[in-house]
């Protein structure tokens, strides 16, 4: 799987913690989120008994394990990988917009950074040729815990 940003030649995360929240809603997309994650944190020497990943029903659920995780004080970021994928219904929308606000506000209220690689596509085709997300959600989330 390749990584698509380089920033993790320049990033060294192996004095840091990370908690990992994957949404088990469209799990084909989701569990390669997580690889591409995975692959980027190691690349920037994030030790994996460092990586805690825990699964949620779904996007909409994502927000909620972010704060429980955030309040445990045991991290230096956070990342919240899903996918949600356009339907017939505006519940699409009130998916996408509860995931990325609920995100935002953990990242604000909390202080910690929170890497958002929740995908929000049409179709599966265009989730698949996001897979690299994962990674760069990682990485972002990585960045910021260098700065605390």
Wanted: charged share 25%; proline share 2%.
């Amino acid at each position: 799987m390749q990584i698509k940003n380089k920033t993790y030649k320049y990033l060294n995360g192996k004095k840091l913690k990370t908690c990992i929240v994957v949404a088990r809603w469209n799990g084909e997309i989701t569990s390669k989120l997580l690889e591409s994650a995975l692959i980027a944190l190691e690349k920037c020497k994030v030790i994996q008994k460092n990586i805690k990943v825990i699964n949620v029903s779904g996007s909409v659920e994502l927000p909620f394990a972010l704060h429980k995780m955030a309040l445990s004080k045991k991290y230096n970021f956070l990342v919240a990988l899903g996918c949600v994928i356009r339907g017939e219904t505006p519940h699409f929308d009130y998916v996408c917009k509860m995931a990325q606000e609920g995100a935002l506000e953990v990242m604000l209220e909390d202080d910690i950074p929170v890497g958002f690689g929740v995908l929000t596509v049409n179709n599966l085709k265009q989730a698949k040729a996001r897979i690299h997300v994962g990674g760069e959600a990682a990485l972002a989330a990585l960045e910021l815990g260098l700065l605390k």
